[in-house]
């Protein structure tokens, strides 16, 4: 992971130790919206997405931009699976933009004083040389509705519906999208336990929910289900073993693993989906967790399978 410095890179994963062992996710610093005060207008090709076939929150940014017709509105460059001791990199030509080897260099360039981690997904602006936001929850909105007529498809996060989302997505991200992350790079027993409490106590309650609604907010895709969504996805073949979250599995779970198929098989989302890039990720990066890198082979999982819900979208 590591962090930026005053424009110098320093390896550095996270401190622990403050937080007697408890791992805490600082907030993003790029918070700006498309549109707002003329500074950031709605313009085709004039914004570009770094992001991580690997990471679930770059990965919502991929799904957005997808569903809501943006492929030729906004380019997308993606960095290499695994991140050591520069963080993330870039391949050679994956960066048509800035031209960059190291995303650490992408955000010294928007702000040569940035002190920070350096993360993905970034929304860069290529006309004012800047980061317009690298919070992922701000970024698929600015997906959803800040393009206007650039942008088609569905809306994620209808009005008369924000607050039930918003009470949605605060429970998840604490137990569920950030709890996997809590269990797995907690340092004493203690954090360990409570995140993982917290994080099987939410997947039952999610279990019981989804008995009788398809989606979370009843019989429509809304943006707390794309949010919930990246992290079950990699919830078998990563965080039930690397992060020690092995109470069960997500195909343990007959709704949870129902409704992941189900949105897997909205068209054009399984295009999104590496897990080559998930797993080498995971496993080769966190030498404190996997110190050998090996990567497992398994599990076998058929996101393909039919499914008994059926999609349905806010118009």
Same mark, same amino acid.
């Given at each position: 992971?590591?962090?930026?410095? =005053?424009?110098?890179?320093?390896?550095?994963?996270?401190?622990?130790?403050?937080?007697?062992?408890?791992?805490?996710?600082? =907030?993003?610093?790029?918070?700006?919206?498309?549109? !707002?005060?003329?500074?950031?207008?709605?313009? /085709?090709?004039?914004?570009?997405?770094?992001? @991580?076939?690997?990471?679930?929150?770059?990965?919502?940014?991929?799904?957005?931009?997808?569903?809501?017709?943006?492929?030729?509105?906004?380019?997308?460059?993606?960095?290499?699976?695994?991140?050591?001791?520069?963080?993330?990199?870039?391949?050679?030509?994956?960066?048509?933009?800035?031209?960059?080897? +190291?995303?650490?260099?992408?955000?010294?360039?928007?702000?040569?004083?940035? /002190?920070?981690?350096?993360?993905?997904?970034?929304?860069?602006?290529?006309?004012?040389?800047?980061?317009?936001?690298? !919070? @992922?929850?701000?970024?698929?909105?600015?997906?959803?509705?800040?393009?206007?007529?650039?942008?088609?498809?569905?809306?994620?996060?209808?009005?008369?519906?924000?607050?039930?989302?918003?009470?949605?997505?605060?429970?998840?991200?604490?137990?569920?999208?950030?709890?996997?992350?809590?269990?797995? +790079?907690?340092?004493?027993? *203690?954090?360990?336990?409570?995140? +993982? *409490?917290?994080?099987?106590?939410?997947?039952?309650?999610?279990?019981?929910?989804?008995?009788?609604?398809?989606?979370?907010?009843?019989? *429509?895709? @809304?943006?707390?289900?794309?949010?919930?969504?990246?992290?079950?996805?990699?919830?078998?073949?990563?965080?039930?073993?690397?992060?020690?979250?092995?109470?069960?599995?997500?195909?343990?779970?007959? !709704?949870?693993?129902?409704?992941?198929?189900?949105?897997?098989?909205?068209?054009?989302?399984?295009?999104?989906?590496?897990? =080559?890039?998930?797993?080498?990720?995971?496993?080769? /990066?966190?030498?404190?967790?996997?110190?050998?890198?090996?990567?497992?082979?398994?599990? !076998?999982?058929?996101?393909?399978?039919?499914?008994?819900? /059926?999609? @349905?979208?806010?118009?």
């Amino acid at each position: 992971m590591g962090l930026l410095v =005053d424009g110098q890179w320093q390896d550095k994963w996270y401190d622990t130790a403050a937080e007697n062992g408890r791992f805490v996710r600082p =907030d993003a610093q790029f918070r700006h919206r498309i549109g !707002e005060a003329g500074d950031f207008a709605a313009e /085709s090709g004039r914004y570009h997405l770094y992001v @991580s076939f690997a990471c679930p929150w770059a990965h919502r940014t991929l799904i957005y931009r997808t569903l809501k017709g943006l492929q030729p509105v906004i380019g997308v460059s993606v960095v290499q699976p695994l991140m050591l001791e520069n963080g993330w990199e870039l391949a050679d030509g994956a960066d048509p933009v800035n031209g960059a080897q +190291f995303l650490w260099q992408i955000y010294g360039k928007a702000d040569p004083a940035y /002190s920070g981690r350096v993360t993905v997904p970034v929304l860069w602006d290529k006309r004012r040389q800047t980061i317009v936001n690298n !919070e @992922s929850s701000e970024i698929i909105r600015i997906l959803d509705a800040d393009f206007g007529q650039l942008a088609s498809g569905p809306t994620f996060y209808p009005r008369n519906r924000a607050a039930e989302i918003d009470a949605w997505n605060a429970e998840i991200y604490a137990n569920v999208n950030n709890g996997v992350y809590r269990a797995g +790079f907690a340092t004493t027993q *203690a954090a360990y336990d409570d995140a +993982f *409490a917290a994080l099987f106590a939410t997947l039952d309650k999610l279990e019981n929910r989804l008995r009788d609604n398809a989606f979370l907010l009843g019989e *429509a895709i @809304s943006e707390v289900d794309w949010r919930l969504f990246t992290t079950l996805l990699r919830f078998d073949a990563v965080y039930h073993g690397h992060f020690k979250c092995n109470r069960a599995r997500l195909i343990d779970f007959p !709704e949870l693993w129902d409704y992941t198929r189900t949105l897997y098989q909205v068209p054009g989302v399984g295009e999104t989906v590496h897990f =080559d890039h998930i797993k080498q990720h995971y496993y080769g /990066s966190h030498k404190m967790i996997n110190p050998t890198g090996i990567v497992p082979k398994g599990p !076998e999982m058929d996101f393909h399978q039919p499914t008994r819900r /059926s999609p @349905s979208f806010f118009n």
